[in-house]
């Protein structure tokens, strides 16, 4: 608050301090229409309508430019006077929030950019584009008159490849398009980092390994339950028997194998279920919740009851992981070893001449 004063201070011996007279002196001084122009902090760039007083102020009160925003008790000597206190926005009694380090890393939430209504369309559209992707494929497929069955091994997996391929590209690029452009992105935001791979706090690397093992443990521990209740939980050797044939065929066959399941779809899966479904539940829940939730959705979209329990409990490893290192190479890493892990030592083995069908049946 900024006033001027047309009367000049006098000098006092009751002065409390040795200060100039300009600075502190008791005040017996008559305004007789002064303009007065207030401004004020919590107003900002707003000024007030001077008003027009006559205004005696009481003896006692010292005015001192070296204490802003102080609180002078003001006594009018007539009714048609008008007085403006004003303090600063800030309080001593109002609690400051203050990042002390105290909360884990594993539980900070994201400073969300989007709004719900955002969320909600980006959801939709990703899930429309992936059905009509599908569609479209299909239609592809029937009119140009391919069968799946009269192909080769080698077209079998190129083909595989660019059904993954495709929907990865669309879906990517509808999601990024539609949350990129309406906000500022803040740089924990679909973050790939392949710096520090081995710091303590957010190595992807380090913890891409410790979250390769908490997974294993979890299905583990996931299958010995399912086991007591009597559920017979799918088996690995079930999806493996599947991808047998196309495993170590050939090089290109391998090769298309290995980057649809071990690049493809990691990519495609941790960004839509941890980089931006996990990352939003965030904005509403907290950190384990949030985890719990996405792992739940990510369990679903795979449309694999069978495999339903293993599933969920491996988002939960994914989602950990993710809020740990903010890094989304940590997740996809962590399932692109999940994937690749059975394959690699599968082409191993066939390319040393063992009965790999004949092992896995036995």
């Not at 924990?188 to 690397?205: A, Q, T």
């Not at 779809?265 to 509403?284: D, H, N, Q, Y």
Request: charged share 15%; glycine share 6%; net charge positive.
């Amino acid at each position: 608050m900024a006033a001027t004063f047309s009367p000049a201070f006098s000098r006092s011996s009751a002065s409390p301090l040795s200060l100039s007279p300009r600075l502190s002196s008791p005040i017996k001084t008559d305004f007789v229409k002064s303009q007065v122009r207030l401004f004020s902090p919590l107003i900002p760039a707003t000024k007030l309508r001077a008003t027009t007083t006559s205004t005696r102020i009481s003896h006692g009160r010292h005015f001192s430019p070296l204490i802003p925003a102080l609180k002078l008790p003001v006594t009018s000597t007539r009714r048609n006077s008008t007085t403006f206190c004003f303090t600063n926005n800030s309080s001593p009694d109002e609690p400051v929030e203050k990042d002390n380090g105290s909360t884990w890393q594993v539980l900070k939430r994201w400073d969300v950019p989007w709004n719900g209504q955002t969320i909600s369309l980006t959801s939709l559209a990703c899930v429309v584009s992936c059905a009509l992707t599908v569609l479209i494929e299909a239609a592809a497929v029937i009119y140009s008159g391919i069968t799946t069955d009269k192909l080769s091994l080698d077209q079998l997996a190129g083909f595989c490849f660019l059904s993954q391929g495709i929907p990865t590209v669309v879906i990517l690029a509808v999601q990024l398009s539609l949350t990129k452009s309406l906000s500022p992105i803040p740089e924990d935001i679909y973050k790939y980092d392949l710096r520090e791979p081995f710091d303590l706090k957010k190595g992807w690397l380090l913890w891409a390994g410790i979250g390769y093992v908490g997974a294993r443990a979890a299905i583990y521990l996931t299958n010995s339950v399912m086991s007591f209740i009597n559920y017979r939980p799918k088996r690995e050797i079930d999806y493996i028997m599947i991808l047998l044939p196309m495993i170590g065929h050939s090089t290109f066959s391998t090769a298309c194998l290995l980057g649809m399941v071990g690049v493809l779809a990691p990519i495609l899966e941790e960004t839509v279920f941890r980089g931006f479904l996990m990352v939003s539940l965030t904005k509403w829940f907290p950190i384990p919740v949030s985890v719990l939730l996405s792992a739940a959705v990510f369990a679903l979209a795979h449309f694999d009851v069978g495999g339903l329990p293993q599933l969920f409990a491996h988002g939960i490893v994914l989602g950990f992981c993710y809020a740990q290192t903010r890094n989304l190479v940590t997740p996809i890493t962590i399932q692109a070893l999940w994937n690749t892990r059975i394959c690699l030592l599968l082409s191993y083995l066939l390319h040393k001449g063992y009965d790999v069908r004949g092992m896995l049946q036995s």
